[in-house]
């Protein structure tokens, strides 16, 4: 009988070593349920790469997500299960199926990226330089394109919440007067409170990564270290705040 205990004690404390209760314990745990949306090359998967590294590196802009998937991320004491989503315009009728299964398996609330049309995915180069800045008409092109996405998924909501993550700070921090109020107050405000006016909206600035646009615009010199850390901060509470703000 004793080496039957004794057997069981030393099976307890490998699994132990290995991580098998804690696993255990966060498998079991509610998971808040967030779906991931945006164009592609807003920065979603870079987005959820930032919640485990401040200082993460840049994704190549050539690997686009292909397949809606999950992943586990723990905010402060809590576990969020986000649904990162493929963002091409061929992949429509993908993200409204997953919306559909998220809504299905208890939807908390949507985080939509944006990022005032820095969208960075492997455009040609003539497309999105003129002469050393930003093409004006690839940025208009691609906030048109926020604009249309947003009709796939919002009419579709009940009354979960949306938070609007205008990423890329790093890039249009200059200009945030301009760009947050286009978000707060503009055009896109309008559109997305007439498709869901029962849900409530948040927007925040934020920056996943340091990076040149495309390898070769410069970043902003104003958006620094202290900055990027108060974004994700004030990220951070307001999607722990969220929970059991949709119903
Ligand atoms: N400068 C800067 N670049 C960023 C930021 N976030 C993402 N990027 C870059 O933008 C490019 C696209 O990012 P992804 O995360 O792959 O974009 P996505 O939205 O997942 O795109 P799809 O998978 O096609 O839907 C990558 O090269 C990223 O490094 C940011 O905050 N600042
Ligand atoms: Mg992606």
């Known amino acids: 009988m004793s080496d039957v205990l004794s057997t069981a004690a030393e099976i307890y404390q490998v699994v132990d070593r290995m991580g098998f209760w804690d696993q255990l314990r966060d498998a079991l745990r509610r998971k808040h349920k967030v779906i991931l949306f945006g164009a592609s090359g807003a920065g979603k998967t870079q987005f959820l790469e930032s919640f485990g590294n401040t200082f993460a590196k840049a994704l190549d802009q050539v690997a686009r997500t292909q397949f809606a998937h999950d992943r586990t991320i723990q905010i402060q004491d809590q576990l969020f299960r986000f649904t990162d989503t493929p963002g091409t315009v061929a992949q429509s009728a993908h993200r409204v199926q997953a919306l559909r299964e998220a809504i299905g398996a208890g939807l908390c609330g949507v985080v939509n990226l944006v990022c005032y049309g820095y969208h960075e995915y492997g455009a040609p180069l003539e497309e999105i330089v003129d002469g050393d800045v930003v093409s004006w008409d690839y940025l208009r092109r691609h906030r048109d394109l926020e604009l249309e996405q947003i009709s796939e998924w919002a009419p579709l909501l009940d009354s979960e919440w949306i938070i609007t993550v205008v990423t890329k700070a790093d890039l249009w921090w200059d200009n945030k007067e301009e760009v947050m109020s286009h978000y707060i107050r503009g055009e896109y405000d309008d559109k997305l409170s007439y498709l869901n006016p029962r849900s409530h909206r948040v927007t925040l600035s934020y920056s996943s990564v340091n990076s040149r646009f495309y390898g070769r615009i410069p970043c902003s010199g104003h958006f620094d270290d202290a ?21």
């Open 227 to 247: 900055e990027r850390v108060r974004c994700r901060q004030h990220l951070h509470e307001t999607l722990v705040q969220s929970i059991g703000a949709a119903r």
